[in-house]
């Protein structure tokens, strides 16, 4: 995640006659945090874009700076308050969305995340640190379909990626979950909802539930095709 932060920072000083300033100072300030930022110190680099703000509100980049730096130290609640400022400005800084996307998810805001996430990916498609937050928020919001769509474009993009099929298979058995409560909530009693049931504890490894549920399943319609042969390899 560093070596990707490393690649939104924007250079601040050329960009100083674009807000009507031309501040030397400004300039010194900037030279002083790429500086602190090349050594390693991230709190002497905030400090100077904290100062640089002070004397340049409208320098929209330099929000994106901060914004990610403060990214770095684990504040999210300061980096998104900082990219939201400067995204007020300039709205069309892709990175800025995208560090303000992963810092709203990181403090809860999953609802809030989502349209940033969604925004700095229409501007990159193909970033996987933004695809996996967006499945990971989309997650949270109980969208799995979404989610899954996602990963399914991801898996094509990268089809050696483990991580990639891993969260497919966790949305798929959420999605099933959320398909049995449906049925549940229709008729608990019936055939199909004692037989997806089964076949769901099958797949956890959990046999003699699935013999229980697969015996519901014949109680409730001792006709229907299939179901004999399932409680069959369910002994098995």
């Given at each position: 995640?560093?070596?990707?932060?490393?690649?939104?920072?924007?250079?601040?000083?050329?960009?100083?006659?674009?807000?009507?300033?031309?501040?030397?100072?400004?300039?010194?300030?900037?030279?002083?945090?790429?500086?602190?930022?090349?050594?390693?110190?991230?709190?002497?680099?905030?400090?100077?874009?904290?100062?640089?703000?002070?004397?340049?509100?409208?320098?929209?980049?330099?929000?994106?700076?901060?914004?990610?730096?403060?990214?770095?130290?684990?504040?999210?609640?300061?980096?998104?308050?900082?990219?939201?400022?400067?995204?007020?400005?300039?709205?069309?800084?892709?990175?800025?969305?995208?560090?303000?996307?992963?810092?709203?998810?990181?403090t809860g805001e999953y609802v809030q995340a989502r349209p940033r996430l969604e925004a700095a990916l229409r501007?990159?498609?193909?970033?996987?640190?933004?695809?996996?937050?967006?499945?990971?928020?989309?997650?949270?919001?109980?969208?799995?379909?979404?989610?899954?769509?996602?990963?399914?474009?991801?898996?094509?993009?990268?089809?050696?990626?483990?991580?990639?099929?891993?969260?497919?298979?966790?949305?798929?058995?959420?999605?099933?979950?959320?398909?049995?409560?449906?049925?549940?909530?229709?008729?608990?009693?019936?055939?199909?909802?004692?037989?997806?049931?089964?076949?769901?504890?099958?797949?956890?490894?959990?046999?003699e539930g699935a013999v229980v549920e697969l015996k519901h399943a014949i109680e409730m319609a001792p006709q229907?095709?299939?179901?004999?042969?399932?409680?069959?390899?369910?002994?098995?």
């Open positions: 995640m560093l070596r990707w932060l490393a690649l939104v920072l924007f250079a601040v000083a050329p960009l100083l006659a674009q807000t009507g300033e031309n501040d030397s100072r400004v300039q010194e300030l900037y030279a002083q945090a790429k500086a602190a930022q090349s050594r390693g110190d991230v709190a002497g680099a905030v400090s100077k874009y904290e100062e640089i703000l002070r004397a340049a509100p409208k320098l929209a980049p330099a929000y994106n700076n901060l914004g990610a730096l403060y990214f770095r130290q684990r504040e999210y609640r300061k980096a998104a308050a900082v990219l939201e400022q400067g995204l007020r400005i300039n709205p069309g800084m892709s990175s800025a969305s995208a560090l303000l996307g992963i810092s709203l998810y990181e501007a990159n498609p193909t970033d996987p640190n933004v695809q996996m937050f967006l499945v990971k928020d989309l997650s949270q919001l109980g969208d799995y379909s979404a989610a899954a769509s996602r990963l399914q474009q991801m898996g094509a993009q990268n089809p050696r990626n483990q991580e990639i099929w891993y969260r497919l298979a966790k949305v798929y058995m959420k999605l099933s979950e959320q398909a049995l409560a449906k049925m549940n909530s229709i008729d608990p009693n019936s055939a199909l909802a004692h037989e997806l049931s089964a076949e769901m504890m099958e797949s956890m490894n959990n046999y229907r095709p299939g179901t004999h042969y399932k409680l069959g390899e369910a002994y098995s």
